[in-house]
């Protein structure tokens, strides 16, 4: 049974950084696609950044140069980087993986305060 668990997130001020992980059970991450989505509230679920299962990775455009995704395969996770975060970034953080069928984290809270 795959499972995703997200941390990491919480409160910090504007041009403040965090790092999120995705930790993963029930299959091996460093070896996997992975993305990153986040969801505002009263807004969609929008897609952050991924990694794919050779190590490219793609960031949208409004964290492109801020935020960094990356394996750290000796906790079995993908971690993202979080630099430079403003108002916008707020959001609940979610951890998504393909086996099949889509395997989603239950997400964390990030507040970014001016």
């Known amino acids: 049974q795959v499972q995703l668990v997200e941390s990491g997130g919480g409160l910090v001020q504007a041009g403040g950084s965090l790092r999120l992980s995705c930790a993963a059970s029930?299959?091996?991450?460093?070896?996997?696609?992975l993305a990153w989505h986040r969801q505002a509230p009263g807004k969609q679920r929008e897609l952050v950044a991924y990694?794919?299962?050779?190590?490219?990775?793609h960031y949208v455009d409004s964290v492109e140069g801020r935020f960094t995704i990356s394996r750290d395969n000796t906790k079995n996770a993908v971690n993202l980087q979080m630099n430079s975060l403003k108002v916008e970034d707020t959001a609940v953080y979610f951890c998504?993986?393909?086996?099949?069928?889509?395997?989603w984290g239950q997400g964390t809270q990030v507040t970014v305060s001016s």
């Open positions: 998504i993986t393909n086996m099949g069928r889509d395997y």
């Open positions: 029930g299959t091996d991450l460093s070896n996997r696609f």
């Open positions: 990694i794919t299962s050779s190590g490219v990775t």
